[in-house]
């Protein structure tokens, strides 16, 4: 069965930091990356990882979040660091399985005081 699943999202203090895992199953996956999609708002890409370790993020997240993959676990990760309300979103795990493009469940992060 193709999958993905992720964990690790929550609520945080602004200055925070938190980790979110993706752990892809049922095939080799190319690219893997993350998305969010907050209240009202269109979902955009956090950041992306391709099979041969190029990675590409949004403008807002360059210098707080950083993409990692462990290519034997089939996990993509997202450190997300000195968090911001407006980082308030569901965040969902990406892979591009062939020409399939594939969704986790989203998983929620809240990013307050």
């Known amino acids: 069965q193709v999958q993905l699943v992720e964990s690790g999202g929550g609520l945080v203090q602004p200055g925070g930091s938190l980790r979110l895992s993706c752990a892809a199953s049922g095939g080799i996956f190319n690219s893997m990356g993350w998305y969010r999609q907050a209240p009202g708002k269109q979902r955009e890409l956090v950041a992306i990882s391709t099979t041969f370790g190029r990675t590409n993020y949004a403008d807002f997240a360059k210098g707080r979040f950083t993409i990692s993959r462990d290519n034997a676990k089939n996990t993509v990760y997202l450190q997300m660091d000195s968090l911001k309300p407006e980082d308030t979103a569901v965040y969902y795990c990406?892979?591009?399985?062939?020409?399939?493009?594939?969704w986790g469940q989203g998983i929620q992060v809240t990013v307050s005081s």
């Open positions: 990406y892979g591009r399985l062939g020409v399939l493009d594939l």
